[in-house]
């Protein structure tokens, strides 16, 4: 498995598992177990989660999924805004190490910008992995200016990475984003690389590049994620088949000819544009 190197010297693998929809249904506990165990065994042993999914319903079914083997998987977990506070963080830190049955969280995002100061979230971070609670943090959904403000708070510079919406149809990182992180070396993490499970999948251009490849479209869309460096790709996938085709992707090898003909149907951002958010 292809692996990203984090600021402090940590690799993880370029190809994880995502949680958003799951542990909302009881009956579907069983099966999402399963499926993130799958995925673990084929490799893609980082799994995302949030205190948002299923109001903590999602971490629950993580805890499950690495019961055992700990410490073969790479948790990432995500706290609310309203809870990024000085006073709060602590408290939403220790519902989620809870919920996941763990002593400590290897990376804690803060899931999008709220009100809470930058400054007093990066103490707060700071303060949980001084207490080893958390062993590294980072942010979600953060354009390049917060990103500025943020390495220029105190500590800021310690941000382990930035999870955003990136796949096919939204390309607006790699206008100033993208580079922006290469440069500075803060991998992104991308999410929905499949589209969210919407209309992406059945597009035309990906389903004949798909066949040339004797391929599934969703290979297509999460190699084409995965070309560049310093970006991961957490697809979710409950479906023990959906969890072996995405697995299969990291061997796949996009011509320059495949990246063309997805430029032409896919563009590239050619202006600056605001980074969308799912
Ligand atoms: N930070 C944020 O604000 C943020 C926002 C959104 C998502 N995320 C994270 O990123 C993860 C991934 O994003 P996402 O869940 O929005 O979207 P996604 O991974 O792009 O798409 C998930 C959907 O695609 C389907 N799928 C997966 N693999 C497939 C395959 N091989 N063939 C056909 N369909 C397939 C899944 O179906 P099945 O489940 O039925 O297999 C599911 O319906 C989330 O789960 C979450 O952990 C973070």
């Known amino acids: 498995m292809k692996t990203v190197q984090l600021p402090d010297g940590e690799r993880v693998p370029a190809l994880g598992q995502g949680t958003w ?52 998987v790479f948790v990432v977990t995500k706290v609310y805004p309203h809870n990024a506070s000085r006073t709060e963080l602590p408290k939403a830190c220790e519902r989620s190490l ?104 059945n597009n035309a251009t990906l389903k004949k590049i798909a066949k040339r490849h004797n391929a599934m479209p969703t290979q297509i869309a999460l190699a084409w994620v995965l070309r560049q460096s310093g970006v991961i790709a957490i697809p979710k996938a409950s479906n023990k088949a959906h969890v072996r085709e995405n697995a299969q992707s990291t061997h796949l090898e996009l011509t320059k000819g495949d990246l063309t003909e997805i430029d032409r149907t896919f563009p590239p951002p050619k202006s600056n544009q605001r980074l969308a958010m799912l």
């Open 98 to 201: 809870k919920r996941l049955r763990i002593d400590a969280i290897d990376l804690y995002l803060l899931h999008w910008r709220g009100d809470v100061p930058l400054v007093e979230t990066v103490e707060a971070f700071e303060n949980l992995r001084s207490e080893e609670k958390i062993r590294r943090w980072g942010v979600s959904n953060f354009d390049v200016e917060d990103m500025e403000e943020l390495l220029a708070t105190e500590n800021g510079s310690s941000c382990a990475t930035n999870q955003v919406l990136y796949n096919l149809e939204h390309r607006e990182t790699e206008f100033d984003l993208l580079p922006w992180s290469q440069r500075n070396k803060i991998p992104i993490m991308a999410y929905s690389p499949v589209g969210h499970g919407r209309g992406l999948l």
């Open 21 to 72: 929809r799951m542990g909302e249904k009881k009956k579907a506990h069983a099966d999402e177990v399963a499926a993130l165990r799958l995925g673990t065994d084929l490799g893609m042993t980082l799994m995302d989660t949030a205190e948002m999914y299923g109001e903590g319903g999602a971490e629950k079914v993580v805890a499950d999924a690495i019961a055992g083997q700990r410490d073969r």
